[in-house]
Nanobody, 121 residues
Framework: QVQLVESGGGVVQAGGSLRLSCAAA????????MGWFRQTLGKEREFVAA????????QYADSVKGRFTISRDNSKNTVYLQMNSLKPEDTAVYYC??????????????WGQGTQVTVSS
């Protein structure tokens, strides 16, 4: 089992930036596929970004491509989501997740508690 704790959410104006962090405990992030998802009230959780276990493959939702960047720091056992050029529609609770297959949302079996991101217009 891996425990995940997100941080870095907050309120930002449209066009601004935030960096979310996901600290892992129990397993190293380099041994897992890691992803970010988001959810707004009344909607299903949606995929945002992920990378493969070896870190060589990254995948992004079309809605965030070119604006968001997923990365990890193995020495800190932490995964990041750098979010630039934020839009009001990016407002959501963001969740970090760990799993066995980066491309399969059903394969994410460990989830953090979420961090709220609010983008004001």
């Amino acid at each position: 089992q891996v425990q995940l704790v997100e941080s870095g959410g907050g309120v930002v104006q449209a066009g601004g930036s935030l960096r979310l962090s996901c600290a892992a405990a129990g397993r190293t992030v380099s041994s897992l596929s890691m992803g970010w998802f988001r959810q707004t009230l009344g909607k299903e959780r949606e995929f945002v970004a992920a990378f493969s276990r070896d870190g060589t493959i990254t995948q992004y939702a079309d809605s965030v491509k070119g604006r968001f960047t997923i990365s990890r720091d193995n020495s800190k056992n932490t995964v990041y989501l750098q979010m630039n050029s934020l839009k009001p529609e990016d407002t959501a609770v963001y969740y970090c997740a760990a799993g066995s297959r980066y491309y399969d949302p059903q394969a994410y079996t460990n989830w953090g508690q979420g961090t709220q991101v609010t983008v004001s217009s």
